[in-house]
């Protein structure tokens, strides 16, 4: 089974930390994605990656940063944590196969900043 | 930038059919997916149109038209474990030789008895 893993459940992080999310897929997948979901607004692409130290803005990246050193490992970085920022942060992967079009999502970190 | 447009809420009695339509803007389009949601849950697949037309996998059929910017996903024998949020989303080209995902906000589908 394809197998997309968040570090974390759950996370409650004071205002000003700064804050590391962890996703890792066993897929050998090129792509690799960050949401957020907030009620009624859906997801929302914070940023994504389509290779190894390379990244591209999603619709809203101000706040946050990501890394991808390592094909399989995607994680997203709050430099300094708000309180607008809590959410729920959801990873996904994909191939860039255009036969293969499923993503898959991993369980997604619920976050909270007091 | 893109934007997908869908109903924020449905609902359908047990055993009938339904259909959530989508309509989107974006550049560079590859196709147009379907996810389903199950509260406490992760989005997961459930189909994907990149030609227009018909395409059915069981109880769930979706249809695109490119030239419309518009999709629905069509489902029959409604059940009570359909009650969930369904996610239509656009692949279209990032221009960085891949693509984005981009979702829409969903729509809370909810199956009476």
């Known amino acids: 089974d394809v197998k997309v893993t968040q570090s974390s459940r759950y996370l409650v992080k004071r205002t000003g930390e700064k804050v590391f999310l962890e996703c890792v897929q066993d897929?050998?997948?090129?792509?690799m994605f960050w949401y957020r979901q907030d009620p009624g607004l859906g997801l929302r692409l914070i940023y994504f990656s389509y290779d190894v130290k390379m990244k591209e803005k999603g619709d809203i990246p101000e706040g946050y940063s990501v890394s991808r050193e390592k094909k399989e490992r995607f994680s997203l970085i709050l430099e300094s944590a708000s309180t607008n920022q809590t959410s729920m942060y959801l990873c996904?992967?994909?191939?860039?196969?255009?036969?293969?079009?499923?993503?898959?999502f991993g369980q997604g970190t619920r976050l909270t900043v007091v | 930038g893109q934007s997908l447009e869908q109903p924020s809420e449905v609902t359908a009695v047990e055993g009938a059919i339904v259909q959530i339509n989508c309509t989107y803007q974006t550049s560079g389009f590859y196709g147009l997916s379907w996810y389903q949601q199950h509260d406490g849950g992760a989005p997961t697949f459930l189909s994907y149109n990149g030609l227009d037309g018909l395409e059915e996998t069981g109880r769930f059929s979706s249809f695109l038209s490119r030239s419309d910017s518009y999709g629905y996903l069509l489902l029959q024998e409604l059940q009570m474990k359909d009650s969930a949020s369904y996610f239509c989303?656009?692949?279209?080209?990032?221009?960085?030789?891949?693509?984005?995902?981009?979702f829409g906000k969903g729509t809370k589908l909810s199956v009476i008895p």
């Open positions: 996904a992967s994909s191939t860039t196969d255009t036969l293969n079009t499923e993503a898959f």
């Open positions: 989303a656009v692949r279209d080209n990032s221009g960085a030789g891949s693509y984005q995902l981009t």
């Open positions: 897929m050998d997948h090129e792509n």
